[in-house]
């Protein structure tokens, strides 16, 4: 990148393989993931960007697992609808949807999504061009999302976050531990090989502590 050489970094979403001690990941809370999904710039591609966006930000799927999703990966069963994610080491994964993104694939694939080219018809995202979407693409896309985001009144502090496709994975673990799900299966709906990379989720806001100690009742302790 520095020579010019390459347009984007490809280490850019690889994971480090030792987290420093006390880092917070960025994420974004539910208020402003809502404003991000509500506020995408209109476009050709409205439906399949959103698509995109929301399955890494509510099924916490990496950008090479977005770019690598095909057809034959959705799992259509009405009772129990979800996808097969190929993830790092070409483990996959089952992950059941919310039946409203669910759905929202669906439509893409019956009415938005261009006609493949010969070698691209298993490709799911697609661009203008009829070809798999590039993992570029999918990041350029994120990033005028959140420019809009950030242009939002009350929303121009996010100019001080640094925010990437991948902060929307990690936005979804955080609001996973967040709700109340176990760690294991955390780890098992992320694709996390060891459980050490889900417990970064399990960070605690400072809203969150004042909500703890306030609500705690400690009358009995100063009385007379």
Known sequence: MKSEILAYNP??????AKQEKGRIPT??????L??????????????????MLMLMGLAGLRVVEVHNLNISDIIRNQEDPGIEVTGKGNKA???????PLYEMLL???????????????????????GVRISRRRIQEVTENAFDFLKQ?????YLEQKKLTAHKLRHTFG??????????????????????NTTQIYTHVSN??????????DVSRFFSD
């Open 27 to 32: 994420y974004l809370s539910s208020e402003e």
């Open 207 to 216: 809203e969150q502590k004042q909500k703890a100690m306030r609500n705690k």
């Open 11 to 16: 280490a850019q979403e690889v994971d480090m």
């Open 34 to 51: 809502a404003l991000l999904f509500s506020g995408m710039p209109a476009s050709d591609y409205y439906i399949r960007n959103k698509c």
């Open 93 to 99: 994964r089952y992950i059941p949807l919310p039946v």
């Open 152 to 156: 939002q009144p009350g929303y121009q």
């Open 107 to 129: 439509d893409y694939e019956r009415i938005y999504r261009p006609i493949p080219k010969p070698n691209h018809s298993n490709a799911f995202f697609l661009s203008k061009r």
């Open 174 to 195: 955080t609001g996973m531990v967040r709700d109340g799900t176990d760690l294991v299966t955390i780890q098992q709906l992320m694709g996390h090989t060891n459980l």
